[in-house]
C-alpha cells in the first residue's frame, strides 16, 4: 500500500542516517584520540623501527597455530555426518569469511556468516551440518574464551579484576548455554522457535526481511539438533578452540618482548581477554581501534609504559588483523575462480536455500523468496570471534 512504503522508505531513511552518525562520531572520537596521542604515537613507531625480528617470527608462528586450531575445530564439526571437508578450503573459506567481517562496517559480521554459510554448502557440506557446525563452533569459540576469562581472573589476583574476569565469562557462556539446551531440549527449541519466529515477523512488519515463512524455523532446528558428535569429539573441539585462544595470546605475548618490553606474566591473560572480548562486541569491523585503545591501556595498567604499550599493541595487531585481512582478500577472488556448482541435498536434509522457486511459491506467493530460516550464529566470538 502506498501509506505503507512511504513509511518503509523513511525508515529506511532514518536508519541509514543514524548509521551514518555513528560513523563519524566513532571517526571523530578517534581523531580525537590520535591529535591527543601524537606524542605517544609517534614513540611507538619510532620503536616498531627496532624490533627484535626472532620474537616478531616467533610471534607469526604462534598466529599460525592459532588460525590452524580454528581451522581444525570447524572441520572437525563439518565432518559430523561424513561430509567431506578438506583442511585447505575450510581455511581458505573461514579466513575469507573473515577478510568480509573486519572490513565492512555494521553488518560484516552478518555478511560474513552468510559468506562462510553459503561456500560450504557449495563444497557439498549438507545445510543442517553446516548451520550446526556454524553454531557450535560459536559456542565452543565462546566457552573457550570463558574459561580463558576466568583464568586470567585467578591469574590477575586482584579482587576488581577477578571480577571483572568472571562477569566476562558470564557474559560470553549465558547464550552459549542457552543455545545448547535449545539444540539438546525439545521444550527449550520451542521457546527458541518462538522468539526467532516473533523476532522475524517485526523485521519483515517493519523492513520486509527476511523474506522466508518464520514458521519453517522449527522443522530445520530439529533437523540441526539431530546432529550428534561423540563427547570425545567434542572435547578435542573444545580444547581446539582453546589453543586458538592461546595461541592468540602467545602470539600477544611475543609482540610485547618483539618491541624489547618485559611480558606482564600474572595479568596477561586477563590483558588478552579484555581486548578479546571488546573486539567481540562488533562495534567496529575486527574490532578495529577499539581493541588498540583496550589493549593499550591494559597493558598500561599492567604495568608497561604508554609508548611501550602502544608498540607492542600495533606489532601485535600488523600480525592479528592487517596479514589476516589481506591474506583473507586474497582468498576470495581464488573461492570465486574455484566456484563449484552446489550439490542437490537430499530431500531430508534440505536447508533454507534448497527450495526451488515453486516451493517458494507455494509457501508465501512470492517468486524467488526464500521459505525458511538459515540456521547461523552470526555476532558470536569466534569468526571474528577473535580479536580479528
Same mark, same amino acid.
Given at each position: 500500500?502506498?501509506g505503507?512504503?512511504?513509511?518503509?522508505?523513511?525508515?529506511?531513511?532514518?536508519?541509514?542516517?543514524?548509521?551514518?552518525?555513528?560513523?563519524?562520531?566513532?571517526?571523530?572520537?578517534?581523531?580525537?584520540?590520535?591529535?591527543?596521542?601524537?606524542?605517544?604515537l609517534a614513540?611507538?613507531?619510532?620503536?616498531?623501527?627496532h624490533?627484535n625480528?626472532?620474537?616478531?617470527?616467533?610471534?607469526?608462528?604462534?598466529?599460525?597455530? !592459532?588460525?590452524?586450531?580454528?581451522?581444525?575445530s570447524?572441520?572437525?564439526?563439518?565432518r559430523?555426518?561424513?561430509?567431506q571437508?578438506?583442511?585447505?578450503?575450510?581455511?581458505?573459506?573461514?579466513?575469507?569469511?573473515?577478510a568480509?567481517?573486519?572490513?565492512?562496517p555494521?553488518?560484516g559480521?552478518?555478511?560474513?556468516?552468510?559468506?562462510?554459510?553459503?561456500?560450504?554448502?557449495?563444497?557439498g557440506?549438507?545445510?543442517?551440518?553446516?548451520g550446526?557446525?556454524?553454531?557450535?563452533s560459536?559456542?565452543?569459540?565462546?566457552?573457550?574464551?570463558?574459561?580463558? #576469562?576466568?583464568?586470567?581472573?585467578?591469574?590477575?589476583?586482584?579482587?576488581?579484576?577477578?571480577?571483572?574476569?568472571?562477569?566476562?565469562?558470564?557474559?560470553?557462556?549465558?547464550?552459549? #548455554?542457552a543455545?545448547?539446551?535449545a539444540?539438546?531440549?525439545?521444550?527449550a527449541?520451542?521457546?527458541?522457535?518462538q522468539?526467532?519466529?516473533?523476532?522475524?515477523?517485526? !523485521?519483515?512488519?517493519?523492513?520486509?526481511?527476511?523474506?522466508?515463512?518464520?514458521?519453517?524455523?522449527?522443522?530445520?532446528?530439529?533437523?540441526?539438533?539431530?546432529?550428534?558428535?561423540p563427547?570425545?569429539?567434542?572435547?578435542?573441539?573444545?580444547?581446539?578452540a582453546?589453543?586458538?585462544?592461546?595461541?592468540?595470546?602467545?602470539?600477544?605475548?611475543?609482540?610485547?618482548?618483539?618491541?624489547?618490553?618485559p611480558?606482564?606474566?600474572?595479568?596477561?591473560?586477563?590483558?588478552?581477554?579484555?581486548?578479546?572480548?571488546?573486539?567481540?562486541?562488533?562495534?567496529?569491523p575486527?574490532?578495529?581501534?577499539v581493541?588498540?585503545?583496550?589493549?593499550?591501556?591494559?597493558?598500561?595498567?599492567a604495568?608497561?609504559?604508554?609508548?611501550?604499550a602502544?608498540?607492542?599493541? #600495533?606489532?601485535?595487531?600488523?600480525?592479528?588483523?592487517?596479514l589476516?585481512?589481506?591474506?583473507?582478500?586474497?582468498?576470495?577472488?581464488?573461492?570465486?575462480?574455484?566456484?563449484r556448482?552446489?550439490?542437490?541435498?537430499?530431500?531430508?536434509?534440505?536447508?533454507?536455500?534448497?527450495?526451488?522457486?515453486?516451493?517458494r511459491q507455494?509457501?508465501?506467493?512470492?517468486?524467488?523468496?526464500?521459505?525458511?530460516?538459515?540456521?547461523?550464529?552470526?555476532?558470536a566470538?569466534?569468526?571474528?570471534?577473535?580479536?580479528?
Open positions: 500500500m502506498p505503507s512504503d512511504g513509511d518503509h522508505a523513511r525508515k529506511v531513511r532514518a536508519h541509514r542516517a543514524r548509521r551514518i552518525v555513528l560513523t563519524f562520531v566513532v571517526a571523530a572520537v578517534l581523531i580525537v584520540i590520535v591529535i591527543l596521542s601524537r606524542h605517544t614513540e611507538s613507531l619510532q620503536t616498531l623501527g624490533l625480528w626472532t620474537w616478531f617470527l616467533l610471534a607469526l608462528v604462534f598466529e599460525a597455530v !592459532s588460525l590452524a586450531a580454528f581451522g581444525l570447524r572441520r572437525r564439526l563439518l559430523a555426518e561424513g561430509d571437508a578438506r583442511f585447505g578450503s575450510v581455511m581458505a573459506i573461514t579466513y575469507a569469511g573473515n568480509l567481517s573486519m572490513s565492512v555494521f553488518a559480521t552478518q555478511l560474513a556468516v552468510v559468506y562462510t554459510y553459503r561456500h560450504f554448502r557449495r563444497h557440506v549438507g545445510p543442517a551440518v553446516t550446526w557446525a556454524l553454531a557450535v560459536a559456542i565452543l569459540s565462546t566457552s573457550a574464551l570463558a574459561l580463558v #576469562l576466568v583464568i586470567g581472573a585467578v591469574a590477575g589476583g586482584a579482587a576488581t579484576a577477578t571480577a571483572a574476569g568472571f562477569a566476562g565469562a558470564a557474559v560470553f557462556t549465558v547464550p552459549a #548455554l543455545v545448547l539446551l539444540l539438546r531440549y525439545q521444550r527449541r520451542s521457546a527458541l522457535h522468539v526467532i519466529a516473533r523476532l522475524v515477523r517485526v !523485521s519483515q512488519r517493519r523492513f520486509r526481511w527476511p523474506r522466508f515463512d518464520a514458521d519453517g524455523v522449527e522443522e530445520f532446528l530439529d533437523r540441526v539438533a539431530s546432529i550428534k558428535l563427547w570425545p569429539r567434542y572435547a578435542e573441539v573444545f580444547s581446539l582453546v589453543l586458538n585462544w592461546l595461541a592468540d595470546c602467545g602470539c600477544l605475548a611475543c609482540a610485547i618482548l618483539a618491541t624489547g618490553n611480558v606482564p606474566w600474572h595479568s596477561l591473560l586477563l590483558v588478552y581477554g579484555a581486548g578479546a572480548a571488546v573486539g567481540s562486541t562488533g562495534v567496529t575486527g574490532g578495529f581501534a581493541v588498540e585503545v583496550t589493549l593499550t591501556a591494559t597493558l598500561t595498567a604495568g608497561l609504559g604508554a609508548a611501550s602502544l608498540a607492542a599493541v #600495533l606489532t601485535y595487531r600488523l600480525i592479528n588483523f592487517w589476516i585481512l589481506v591474506g583473507g582478500w586474497v582468498t576470495i577472488p581464488v573461492l570465486a575462480h574455484r566456484h556448482p552446489q550439490v542437490p541435498a537430499p530431500a531430508g536434509d534440505r536447508g533454507p536455500d534448497d527450495r526451488g522457486a515453486g516451493d507455494a509457501s508465501d506467493g512470492e517468486p524467488g523468496a526464500p521459505a525458511r530460516h538459515e540456521r547461523m550464529d552470526a555476532g566470538p569466534g569468526e571474528h570471534t577473535r580479536l580479528d
